[in-house]
């Protein structure tokens, strides 16, 4: 959703009503966006609040990496499934700004999430993850053809 970013105060200009439904107008136009973009990879990429990830497939493991600059690792939350990965994090504000002086912000604040669809299918339980220099790193293990189920014998 577009955060506001006053040069100066609105609230006290004549036509404040309009600036404020401009701003709910791109708060809705972005949502239907949003909307509109999740399952499609080539849109998904470029969601705002959506981190961007690389995922490589070894024999062993499958290997997720995500981007979460200025993200702390206590606000990252992250869900596996044997065939997906769900990625949710929090971006905090490091300053305020007194008397609503800051001229222009275009970083992001708040919270982001991706859902990844993953090549195989793996074990969530030997799952790892590291955070590194706003990097998180899953290493995901794939489910052997040994581990895909016991064979039963029908009796006569």
């Known amino acids: 959703m577009r955060r506001r970013y006053p040069v100066s105060r609105r609230d006290e200009h004549p036509l404040a009503p309009w600036f404020n439904g ?32 690389e995922i490589v497939e070894t024999d062993d493991n499958v290997i997720v990496n995500a981007e979460l600059p200025g993200i702390e690792a206590k606000d990252v939350d992250v869900r596996i ?10 971006k905090k504000r490091e300053e305020q700004f007194e008397d609503d002086r800051q001229y222009r912000s275009e970083r992001y604040y708040g919270s982001m999430s991706r859902t990844v ?7 969530p339980d030997r799952a790892s993850a590291s955070f590194k220099n706003g990097i998180l790193k899953l290493t995901l293990p794939k489910i052997s053809p040994a ?3 016991k064979r039963l014998i029908i009796e006569d």
Not at 22 to 44: K, M, V, Y
Not at 81 to 89: C, G, H, Q
């Open 117 to 123: 669809a993953l090549p195989a299918e793996i074990d």
């Open 22 to 53: 401009l701003d709910n107008l791109h708060g809705e136009i972005d949502r239907w966006f949003d909307e509109f973009s999740r399952g499609i990879p080539a849109l998904e990429y470029f969601r705002v609040g959506s981190p961007r990830v």
């Open 81 to 90: 499934f044997p065939r997906e990965v769900r990625i949710k994090a929090e």
């Open 147 to 149: 581990d895909t189920g």
